[in-house]
């Protein structure tokens, strides 16, 4: 009975819409159609705040589709009728007309049946921006502004859904290597991995007032790794999704062979959680003087000591301003987040990724942006503006080999698997980007167009909309000097302009922004081949 009325993945089963071609479609959507319209009139009109809520934005396309379907059919109806007035009274031509006239709008309405239906559909599985497509806001920024580079490479993950999805076995070290290679060159422009780092630590130092130009070996450079889930050194268990041994070798290959980082000057960090064997062990004996600092700090690894009151929020919340002092002794950071949805913010990724460097954090009410009616003051907002965190943050790369739903719930076949974007295969993409807004704006519009409202879900029977106006932080960011919120940011008391530029793609087909498109000066999705 199911498959009667939606499309289901022959795969995983899993819901993927409403099915166009039964019965039971064409007398489901006037239904559906009336109730939703019905719906909207009842909670609205009394109180017209509630358009924002979820429900009503599921709500409002269905309706409009329906109304939009039973207005052409109904003229269409009518003129067809004028026709046989006409035609009885043996006006031939004009009967003739009449009924042409008619069919079309009869024909017509059935489009607009399946387009806004199909519209419908797709507003249940993306409702969950605040602006059409291709409408930038913010400044862009980067060696070549608003640039995100994606490449691609399924060769680089294949595992086959069974067994441990984080080995060697399951994760081609070599091809990640490549794309890590590739993304580099891609950013800046140049033909060489030497290159490409000159530039990206030359644009950084000439961005933020630096006398020199060029990385001096006595400078030290910090990584901030996603291990939300880790909490147990020994244990080999990495379902849900922490940060991939694979993607960090990969980016310590270039730092220390390519960029000329000293090891002993490299240092990974996240200090709320620990630093588990399997990305231990390996990257230890590859390159044995890199530091690693994590909560626990035993067993080889460096316990974080916290720096005390390194930045202001703008409104006071449960987060601490306290950050790890390997961190503030750094000169310059890599921000190296997963691609994931979160159990309350929606998405988890470069700004959320800096809360493993505060002692607490706001999980309640200012993360839950599905709760709200309108825009608000957001804590990852002073993260990414403080100079401390992601203000000397020189580049942030996006692990999405295996992007998952959610950030409690384990990588398995199901959830891993990209349905809609990639025909039920691994995302299997690197991400980079010298602009934080752009960087977050990309990897959310991929997590939303693929999850819907599942993102952020941490089970089948979960009901939540974690995901809907979880892009509320990036216009807070964009717009930081004067935010839809009305918030006065100023993490380190000087006021500031805008973070990066933030927009959404035109669509999960194409994948193209403004600058894409030459039609703005927003971002730029620089899709990269990866090497065959």
Known sequence: MLKSFFKTCPKTGRIRGIRQDTIFHKILFPLVGLAAFAWVIIRVVPKPSRVSYPCQQAAIPVAAGFLAWLSATSFGVMFIRISQKYFSRQRLIISSLFAVIGILIVVGAHFIYNADNANAQNSIVTKFTSEKPNQPIGIAKGIFPGRVTWIRDTTATPWNGKGLWWTDSAINQLAVDNMISQSIEALTGENTEENAWKAAFKFFNKTHGRKQTVYDKSESVVIKINLNNSFEQSDPNNNSANASTQTILALLKQLVYKAGVPQNKITFVDAIRVIPDRIYIPCHQAFPEVNWVDGKGTNGRIKNVWYNNAFNYAVKNEGTTDIPMCIKNATYMINMPLLKGHEFSGVTLA??????????????????????????????????????????????????????????????????????????????????????????????????????????????????????????????????????????????????????????????????????????????????????
């Open 351 to 532: 700004a959320k990724n800096q809360y493993g460097s505060i002692a607490n954090r706001d999980h309640t009410k200012y993360l839950k942006t599905w709760l709200a009616s309108k825009p608000l003051f957001s804590p990852l907002v002073d993260l990414m503006a403080t100079k401390e965190l992601d203000g000397k943050t020189m580049l942030f790369i996006m692990d999405g080999l295996f992007a998952n739903i959610s950030n409690s719930i384990d990588n398995n076949k199901t959830n891993c698997a990209f349905n809609h974007l990639f025909n039920g295969q691994w995302c299997s993409s690197i991400m980079m980007s010298f602009d934080e807004v752009a960087f977050d704006s990309v990897g959310l519009d991929f997590l939303v167009s693929e999850f819907g409202v599942n993102l952020g879900q941490i089970s089948s029977i979960d009901t939540r909309t974690p995901g809907n106006h979880c892009d509320w932080y990036l216009h807070e960011a964009a717009l930081i000097g004067n935010p839809p919120s009305g918030t006065v940011y100023m993490p380190d008391g000087v006021k500031l302009s805008s973070l990066g530029v933030h927009e959404h793609w035109n669509n999960a087909t194409d994948k193209c922004y403004s600058r894409n498109l030459k039609t703005g000066n927003g971002i730029e999705l620089l899709k990269v081949s990866p090497i065959k």
